[in-house]
């Protein structure tokens, strides 16, 4: 069965003190990984989509990696309007219509 | 403004009762989803919409029942609401190719069933 495990459920950093989110997962054939932030009340917000191993990609202090097994959202420097929930989630090649979400990771930024 | 927009943002309503929610996208998307979030955070589908046509139909009671009118509607109508029923219920669409943009979410209708 898909699933994927978001790690750590909470994570409170210091303004600038850089760091990395995980998300593990297990799908029958990934077609694409993608990372969306939510903010309390909305709903989510895309950011990436990376599709094979050894990908990277960049959008301002935010830098999204894959492997064969696992995603890392690093975070550089955050400032507080960094802080959100980030959540990850995968498609599967079987199952193109639908994508499997994990619990998220809520992250809280101090001034 | 493009986007999804979801009504109502609030719902709540005592047990038994028979709801609906309304969704409309103007993306231009041929595709859309209803997604419900529990109270852990946790998004898990529910229905999936493509050009009217139900293509996804995960395990739920069949007291919901999902209608698309047009490929820029769905709507969702909850049949003697329970309990359970309580969480946030996200509209979302996207290109019928979405591993390139991802899904477009509304802004979530926070369902309380008393």
């Known amino acids: 069965e898909d699933q994927v495990t978001q790690s750590p459920e909470a994570l409170r950093l210091q303004e600038g003190e850089s760091s990395s989110l995980n998300c593990s997962y297990t799908?029958?054939?990934?077609?694409?990984l993608f990372w969306y932030r939510q903010d309390p009340g909305k709903g989510p917000e895309f950011l990436f989509t990376?599709?094979?191993a050894g990908e990277e990609k960049e959008k301002e202090r935010l830098k999204a990696t894959l492997t064969k097994k696992e995603s890392f959202l690093h975070i550089t420097a955050p400032k507080p309007e960094d802080s959100a929930t980030y959540l990850c989630?995968?498609?599967?090649?079987?199952?193109?219509?639908?994508?499997?979400f994990g619990s998220g990771t809520r992250l809280s930024i101090r001034p | 403004d493009t986007a999804v927009s979801q009504t109502p943002k609030y719902l709540v309503t005592q047990m038994g009762n028979d709801k609906s929610i309304k969704c409309e996208q103007n993306?231009?998307?041929?595709?859309m989803y209803w997604y419900k979030q529990d109270s852990k955070k946790f998004l898990k589908i529910m229905f999936s919409?493509?050009?009217?046509?139900?293509?996804i139909n995960e395990t739920v009671p069949n007291r919901f029942s999902p209608k698309s009118p047009d490929k820029a509607h769905l709507n969702l109508h909850i049949n003697s609401l329970e309990l359970g029923d309580s969480a946030v219920y996200f509209c979302?669409?996207?290109?019928?190719?979405?591993?390139?943009?991802?899904?477009?979410f509304g802004s979530g209708t926070r369902l309380t069933v008393v």
């Open positions: 979302a669409s996207s290109q019928e190719t979405i591993a390139n943009y991802g899904y477009t």
């Open positions: 993306l231009g998307h041929d595709t």
């Open positions: 919409y493509n050009n009217k046509e139900l293509i």
């Open positions: 989630a995968v498609q599967a090649r079987s199952s193109a219509s639908k994508i499997i």
């Open positions: 799908v029958s054939g990934l077609r694409g």
């Open positions: 990376l599709y094979s």
